[in-house]
């Protein structure tokens, strides 16, 4: 079995253009960031165990909800799809590296420095962002958040977008110049078309967050009134340009989650991807609606009626490609001889949890109801069932998945069987609650409660301790199998796409030829 060459220092990390190392070093930036955001979280959940305040005051624990937010979205979801899109796309389309080897070491390290500032901000005079991970205006204004912490925000904020946007470049040059001889556009696999489109939703929408935020710091420390009524500026603007960027955000952060789905279900079920062309207009359909309901954020703040019927039309219209994608899951799964291994497990626990944030997200399309939803514990669950199942229980499987193939050692199954279960309880035990707490009319991002959210709070903060715990589980499976010898072969499920046919680990440029498509 051919070897990876043996890894050197820091400054052979620093300095490396290898695109399966600049993956890893992805994956572990953002492992190291799922503790550091989910200790965010146990603070606020433990704050709101019970109804008044016993470990923070008000203001540092809107600080924690809105930099647990921000690590999670920034440093923990974006950066883990970048590492199985830097480590497994050119593999996958038959390419020996990325297009520009250079600008993917840049890219990369420009992120752990952003991560750094961002959560550096918890630490100066005034403390972190306090005003939530939509910075809006006139919270984020000087007046009410005079610290410098929020311009550290802004600027992690800015170089996480860099990254992004070179990482996006990147990734699509590679995949129109660099497939396979015969790997044409409609043969190749889901994952590689699932991070071809996020890329271009990260070109297109990136730029307008920095232009948002660039603003946000003009307002605050160089006398403009882009947001400030007082100078003829709108703070609703803001939130329109925030939100343009920030609605397809949610697409980028679950988008390579439908491809990794889609890879490990196919090849746990014995079977191809039912319906390869519907699903891959589907992903164009869902990039496409995405970005044009930005607005369905902002029902409450005065919209003309026709706008907000329109941005309602076009989200649940959302709902018809996403439907597309779930049938052609379940549609592969059925007949299949299925090998429910921990990654599949995974996988069909993405599918029941993303389908119920699906659902609860069709009902806030609705602006009658959102009225009475927004800014409560409906959007909080809603929005975690899709992100915190959606994306992390298919991170999770691509973890499982792709693990032999990275280091030719298979994680335990057994205890990979009890890293999902308590994932999945603890997830549900979290999040289930908080549907009825916001239909009982609980605003988010307060401190303290009226006790008649207690008991449903309670259970909440119970829930997220088995969730955070379970997430142990990884790291102390990843620890025994890295002391195992080298077991896993080149092809332990069977797979049938080009990653498969190299060994495990790949060698340096991925194919000793390379290959032709047929």
């Known amino acids: 079995m051919a070897e990876a060459p043996a890894k050197r220092n820091f400054l052979y990390y620093l300095t490396t253009v290898n695109h399966k190392d600049i993956g890893m070093m992805y994956l572990m930036q953002a492992l190291t960031f799922l503790f550091v955001g989910g200790f965010m979280a146990w603070i606020i959940r433990a704050e709101l165990a019970q109804p008044g305040l016993q470990f923070v005051d008000g203001q540092t624990f809107n600080q924690m909800t809105a930099m647990h937010a921000s690590v999670m979205i920034f440093f923990v979801i974006i950066p883990a799809f970048a590492g199985f899109a830097n480590y497994f796309m050119p593999i996958m389309i038959g390419s020996p590296d990325m297009a520009f080897p250079r600008l993917n070491n840049w890219s990369f390290w420009i992120m752990p420095f952003s991560a750094m500032l961002a959560v ?39 170089l996480a977008g860099a990254s992004s946007i070179l990482g996006a470049l990147n990734m699509i040059v590679t995949m129109l110049n660099m497939r396979a001889p015969g790997m044409t556009l409609f043969k190749m696999p889901m994952f590689p078309w699932a991070v071809m489109v996020t890329a271009w939703l990260q070109l297109v929408a990136t730029p307008v967050l920095a232009g948002a935020i660039t603003m946000l710091l003009t307002d605050r420390n160089f006398g403009t009134a882009f947001f400030n009524p007082a100078g003829g500026g709108d703070p609703v603007l803001f939130q329109h340009i925030f939100w343009f960027y920030s609605h397809p955000a949610v697409y980028i952060m679950i988008l390579p989650g439908f491809g990794i789905v889609s890879e490990v279900i196919s090849t746990m079920s014995r079977k191809k991807l039912f319906g390869y062309t519907s699903m891959v207009w589907a992903l164009i359909a869902i990039a496409l609606l995405g970005q044009v309901v930005w607005a369905h954020h902002m029902y409450t703040v005065g919209m003309d009626v026709k706008a907000q019927a ?3 039309f076009m989200t649940m219209l959302i709902a018809v490609p996403t439907g597309i994608k779930i049938f052609n899951w379940l549609a592969t799964m059925w007949g299949g001889s299925i090998e429910f291994t921990t990654a599949m497990k995974f996988s069909v626990g993405f599918l029941i949890l993303f389908t119920i944030g699906g659902l609860s997200g069709v009902v806030l399309a609705s602006a009658p109801v959102d009225y009475m939803m927004h800014d409560t514990y409906y959007v909080v669950a809603h929005f975690h069932y899709t992100m915190a199942a959606g994306a992390l229980f298919s991170i999770m499987a691509g973890v499982y998945y792709w693990f032999p193939k990275m280091y030719g050692r298979m994680l335990s199954e057994k205890i990979g069987f009890f890293h999902f279960w308590l994932t999945f309880i603890g997830m549900n035990v979290t999040f289930f609650p908080q549907h009825f707490l916001g239909m009982m009319g609980m605003p988010r991002r307060i401190a303290d409660y009226n006790p008649i959210y207690a008991d449903l709070n309670f259970l909440s903060s119970m829930g997220a301790f088995i969730f955070g715990s379970a997430q142990l589980l990884l790291v102390i499976n990843v620890i025994l199998t890295m002391r195992k010898p ?15 046919t190299v060994s495990s680990p790949p060698p340096e440029h991925n194919f000793h030829k ?4 047929s």
């Open 514 to 517: 390379i290959p032709v498509v």
């Open 486 to 500: 080298q077991n896993a072969g080149d092809n332990p499920w069977g797979g049938h796409t080009l990653e498969w």
């Open 310 to 312: 329109m941005f309602m």
């Open 120 to 158: 550096g901000s918890l630490f100066v005079p005034g403390g972190a962002i306090a005003a939530g991970w939509t910075a809006y205006p006139p919270l984020s204004n000087a007046l009410y958040s005079p610290g410098a912490g929020i311009d550290m925000w802004i600027l992690a904020v800015h």
